[in-house]
């Protein structure tokens, strides 16, 4: 996915489908798609199975020109905090020289216009949304411009050559049209056949930090999230699900809930039993009222203690090859210097702010669905499924996600099927709203890991060999990716970080294996996905060995990467801002970890001191090349976030299963990050103009290892099992 | 039925008196702006004030709202300390999913009302009821220090 950031003539006949048109309400509309890739696609999606997507009808478009001059930005993905709802438009409006101020952005239904660039479906995630959409939507902004100036010097009796574009005017000498009072007659031009885009060097907007577009409606409270859905008619339910993972409805009595007042109905779905009512606070107390008898099925005694025993025992013997060089065992076998170790990492719940709920209105041939969604067309799918209707007749509005984690994008598109599921047995308008009990305990975490690890060090005190085992469950497994991303048996979101690691490029013998488990607990991507432990694992490794070799860790991972220029320009900034070389004051201590993902490259270090067993994270500096900064202050608060993210699940988050049931159910003992504990973050970009990366989640990953690395240089305690807890107590 | 002043206007809800103000608010009163985060006091989303102070309107009854007057977000912007936290909060870009900021800024602005110019510790303090996902602390911290340069 190479942007590209030279001068770049684009034949459009061949790459892409365009429409424009003019709008009922008068105006122009651009709808552009790019082939989508196959490689994620879903049986049976939209995509796959639209005809051609040139033939489609127009109101799906990426940018909307009205006559008062307002440019809508449609948006093929989600916002859900991580600021796409501005940096999709600085895209479109650099190319278009649009006027800022006359802005206003969308979130896109769901439609094969929108499918991702590179997944083959509509998804915001894998920190992808910038990259896959940094051609797409400057070739939308600057084919809108040609348009223009086309319809202007039609307009002027002038060539367009003569004409140029300023904030929002088509400019010829002392002349000037605005862009509203060009739309309707653009659109019924003919879309060139190439369009030119600006040279870097030309960029007004792209590289400049912009504040967010979505910042004063979330100041004052009046950003609708899918909790704010409401309109006449609109009920909602609370579902009743089985304690225990996997359970099913015996039998229900909803004599006592029926008797709450604002309760109207109960009805049985797969998932539970649904009360529905007035308003939630009815709906919750019908739902105490209720008496369900549960079938809790096989998983009743699922015990997480008794299951990481097993996961260890596991880890003592070699799993499914994900990557294997030269010969561990002989190897071994010409030193006596060795590292072993085990780690473990438990169950995580996303825990976003916003619980989850969706909103679900049916009539005859068509369904109308309101949530915070990372997939659209996958919910989409699921609820066509449900009520026998084509996809196209499932309308989705995406609203503001109030966080997302991945939580938001589910393959069994879960809390949209049963939120379809409570609408269609109820007959009217639903939303279905979870509390933070139902959330913390419904489901879809991110899994539990055990890794073992053996390495032999050199004479240099460098890794001869790489022996390490794996053990957890798989995400991808039982999901319309399983074909993708699962080969030979080894899930690839499980060993990223692992099997691909720049560190065994230089190590002449390694073996990496996967066990993986058969527990039935939902487990999902839970943000930066596999890496959010095997860098902790990696890097946590990598230090110990500095420590066995006794050399300092900066050092010894710039000699382990030193064919690695990314993670070094990574390590080498961080190092730099934090003077890595300079005491720190009595009692602090340094801890660093770098790691790829998802095409970026982050260095931390934290700053740490731990008095009576107490952690105090003081400071944290993040470097990171992602390639362009498109908007440099998203990424900072991106990079921010991370840490906040990852510091609290490293500190305090675990989700534990007792007699199949999860042992936590809300803020209280699922304990995340809050302000006394957030250290001072301090975020440096590395200049780049390498291959784009993400932003959303590859700060997190080595967020964990650089705490734990600076616990060890505080105190001689090696962590290997998160959260931190009370560990040094 | 209640009689209730919520942003300065009296008004009627036919609700049960157990009903948490938060409901009252936003099912009833259709006062969205105010949010559900936990239901247990846990995280601070739903934080409004009630005469004067900021408290958690997903455990407090309806009934401990009669005869006073609740301030929810939509009302901010006509109390001076609101007007500087909002204003803060937009200069220094504070928000990301945005779900807890309303929570945020009821819990900012009561600190800033009484304490003109709080420290980190109190701000610790005072904040660390709000729980924010997206981790907008630091920017939180700096939006208080902002608003309260601001009204000195």
């Known amino acids: 996915m190479n942007a590209p950031l030279k001068n770049t003539p684009l034949n459009i006949s061949r790459r892409t489908f365009i429409k424009a048109g003019a709008l009922v309400v008068g105006g122009l509309v651009i709808a552009f798609t790019i082939p989508h890739a196959k490689r994620f696609l879903m049986p049976g999606s939209v995509a796959e199975t639209a005809p051609d997507a040139a033939k489609l009808p127009a109101p799906n478009a990426f940018l909307r020109i009205g006559t008062d001059n307002t440019i809508t930005v449609m948006l093929a993905h989600s916002e859900m905090g991580q600021s796409i709802w501005t940096t999709l438009p600085m895209l479109i409006a650099e190319e278009l020289d649009a006027d800022w101020s006359k802005i206003k952005v969308e979130h896109a239904s769901a439609a094969p216009e929108y499918v991702h660039t590179a997944y083959g479906l509509q998804i915001t995630g894998g920190s992808s949304t910038t990259w896959s959409e940094f051609d797409r939507y400057r070739q939308a902004g600057a084919l809108t411009r040609a348009l223009l100036i086309s319809a202007a010097a039609e307009k002027l009796g002038a060539s367009a050559d003569s004409l140029k574009t300023e904030n929002g005017y ?382 300092d860790p900066l050092e010894y991972r710039r000699a382990l990467l030193k064919d690695h220029p990314r993670h070094l320009a990574a390590l080498n900034l961080a190092a730099e801002k934090a003077d890595w070389n300079k005491p720190l004051a009595k009692g602090v201590f340094r801890g660093i970890a770098v790691h790829e993902s998802f095409g970026s490259f982050v260095a931390q270090i934290a700053e740490v001191s731990v008095n009576e067993g107490e952690v105090k994270v003081h400071r944290m500096v993040s470097a990171i090349d992602c390639g362009l900064a498109v908007n440099p202050d998203s990424l900072k608060a991106q990079m921010e976030s991370s840490v906040s993210f990852g510091l609290g699940a490293a500190m305090q988050s675990e989700i534990t299963f007792k007699d199949g049931m999860v042992e936590q159910s809300n803020f209280h003992d699922y304990q995340v990050m809050r302000m006394g504990n957030m250290p001072k973050v301090e975020v440096y970009i590395v200049q780049s103009t390498e291959k784009m990366g993400g932003v959303g989640e590859p700060g997190l990953p080595p967020v964990a290892p650089a705490v734990t690395n600076a616990i060890f240089a505080a105190t001689g305690k090696r962590i290997r099992t998160l959260p931190i807890g009370n560990q040094l107590a | 039925m209640i009689t209730l002043n919520i942003n300065g206007k009296e008004q009627q809800l036919d609700v049960p008196d157990d009903m948490p103000i938060l409901w009252a608010l936003r099912d009833v009163a259709h006062l969205t702006g105010t949010k559900f985060g936990c239901g247990m006091a846990q995280c601070g989303a739903c934080t409004v004030h009630l005469d004067g102070q900021a408290i958690r309107s997903c455990i407090t009854p309806i009934s401990a709202a009669a005869g006073k007057n609740i301030t929810t977000i939509e009302d901010m912007q006509n109390d001076k300390v609101g007007q500087a936290v909002q204003a803060a909060w937009g200069e220094i870009d504070v928000v990301q999913c945005g779900y807890c900021q309303s929570g945020q800024i009821m819990s900012a602005t009561a600190l800033l009302t009484t304490n003109k110019k709080p420290t980190d510790a109190d701000i610790d303090a005072a904040m660390s009821g709000n729980i924010c996902r997206c981790g907008t602390y630091p920017r939180i911290r700096a939006a208080i220090h902002n608003a309260a340069s601001k009204l000195a």
């Open chain 1, 170 to 551: 088509v400019i010829s000498g002392d002349n000037k049209i605005s862009y509203g009072d060009l739309a309707e007659a653009a659109a019924k031009l003919e879309t060139p056949k190439t369009i030119t885009l600006k040279e870097p060097k030309d960029w007004k907007i792209i590289g400049k930090a912009t504040k967010r577009l979505d910042g004063p409606e979330k100041i004052n409270g009046t950003a609708i999230f899918g909790q704010d859905i409401q309109f006449d008619g609109l009920m909602t339910a609370m579902v009743a699900r089985s304690p225990v993972i996997g359970g099913t409805v015996k039998t229900f009595d909803a004599t006592a809930a029926k008797q709450i007042k604002g309760v109207r109905q109960v009805v049985q779905v797969s998932t539970g039993v649904a009360v529905i009512a007035d308003n939630y606070w009815a709906a919750k107390t019908g739902r105490e009222a209720l008496k369900v008898d549960w079938n809790l099925g096989e998983n009743a005694s699922l015990d997480s203690k008794a299951l990481l025993a097993e996961y260890k025992k596991l880890a003592a013997t070699t799993g499914l090859i994900a990557a294997k060089a030269g010969d561990n065992k002989s190897a071994m076998a010409k030193t006596n210097q060795f590292v072993e170790a085990e780690y473990a990492l438990p169950y995580l719940a996303h825990a976003p702010m916003e619980p989850l709920n969706c909103s679900v209105k049916i009539e005859k041939d068509i369904c109308e669905i309101w949530t915070g969604t990372q997939m659209q067309g996958t919910d989409q799918l699921a609820a066509a499924k449900i009520l026998g209707l084509k996809p196209e007749q499932v309308k989705i509005h995406t609203v503001f996600l109030g966080g997302g984690f991945g939580r938001r994008a589910n393959p069994q598109a879960d809390f949209v099927s049963e939120a379809v599921q409570v609408a269609k047995a109820a007959g009217v308008p639903v939303k279905t709203v979870w509390s933070r009990e139902d959330d913390v305990k419904g489901g879809y975490y991110r899994p539990m890991f055990v890794h073992k690890a053996k390495i032999a060090l050199d004479t240099n005190g460098m890794p001869s060999a790489w022996e390490h085992v794996a053990v957890g469950q798989s995400i991808m497994l039982g999901t319309p990716f399983e074909a993708f991303q699962i080969k030979d048996g080894v899930d690839a979101t499980s060993v990223e970080g692992t099997a691909d690691s720049p560190y065994l490029k230089n190590i002449p013998n390694y073996q990496i294996s996967l066990h993986t488990a058969k527990t039935k607990i939902p487990v999902l991507w839970w943000r930066s996905v596999g890496h959010s432990h095997t860098a902790f694992v990696m890097e946590s490794l990598i230090d110990e060995l500095a420590h066995t070799a006794k050399k």
